[in-house]
C-alpha cells in the first residue's frame, strides 16, 4: 500500500511564506510523478503543480513564479516552497503520487489527508 502525509500548512499574513512537505511510504519501487492540488472552501479541486521524476516541473499560471516544488527521491518526499502568499492560496493543500510498487504493479491517484493553508489579508 502507499501513504502520503502532508505537513507545513498554517495560518500567514499576506506576502508571507510556507514550506509544505508530503511524505510517501510504502512498498514503492519508484515514484514516477508527485503533486500538489489544493481545494478552497466551497470550490473545486485544482492542480497546483506536478513533479516528474527526471525534474520537469509544470506549474499553474496562478501560482508561477512564487511558488517552488522539489523532492528529496531517497525520502521519497516532495516540498512545496510558497512565497508571496495571497489570501486566495487559502486552501487545504493536497499531494498525490503515481509509480511503480516493489511488486511491479502501477499505483496511481493516491492521496493524502490534507494541510490547511490560511492567508490573512
Known amino acids: 500500500q502507499v501513504q502520503l502525509v502532508e505537513s507545513g500548512g498554517g495560518l500567514v499574513q499576506a506576502g508571507g511564506s510556507l514550506r509544505l512537505a508530503c511524505a510517501a511510504s510504502g512498498s514503492i519501487f519508484s515514484i514516477d510523478a508527485m503533486r500538489w492540488h489544493r481545494q478552497a472552501l466551497g470550490k473545486q479541486r485544482e492542480l497546483v503543480v506536478t513533479?516528474?521524476?527526471?525534474?520537469?516541473?509544470n506549474y499553474a499560471d496562478s501560482v508561477k513564479g512564487r511558488f517552488t516544488i522539489y523532492r528529496d527521491v531517497a525520502e521519497n518526499t516532495v516540498y512545496l516552497q510558497m512565497n508571496r502568499l495571497k489570501p486566495e492560496d487559502t486552501a487545504v493543500y493536497f499531494c498525490?503520487?503515481?509509480?511503480?510498487?516493489?511488486?511491479?504493479?502501477?499505483?496511481?491517484?493516491?492521496w493524502g489527508p490534507g494541510t490547511q493553508v490560511t492567508v490573512s489579508s
Open positions: 513533479i516528474t521524476s527526471g525534474g520537469d516541473t
Open positions: 498525490n503520487a503515481e509509480g511503480i510498487l516493489n511488486n511491479g504493479d502501477k499505483f496511481v491517484d493516491f
